[in-house]
């Protein structure tokens, strides 16, 4: 008989269970994209997808300011 494989836990199933620390999340990550630097960098990626004529196209493109260059989103968001 195999063994089953553990279900990995996520951190979207923790803080969907513990009301507490979903607030305490939601607080820091409000003060967190609302600062100064984060607005400032969100700024420049929608000007960079407008300068590129790509803003509202849906085509699935971010702006990687590593690369200097459009790669798909999945790529992009997954990168360490």
Known sequence: MKAK???KKSSAEYYRK???SRDKKKKYDTK???????RLYRAFLV?????AGR???GDGKDYD?????FISA?????KK
């Open 5 to 7: 494989k553990k279900k």
């Open 18 to 20: 513990n009301k507490k």
């Open 32 to 38: 967190y994209h609302s600062s100064k630097a984060r």
């Open 47 to 51: 000007k960079m997808r407008r300068k």
């Open 55 to 57: 803003y509202g196209n």
């Open 65 to 69: 300011h590593d690369e200097k260059k």
């Open 74 to 78: 999945k790529r992009n968001r997954s």
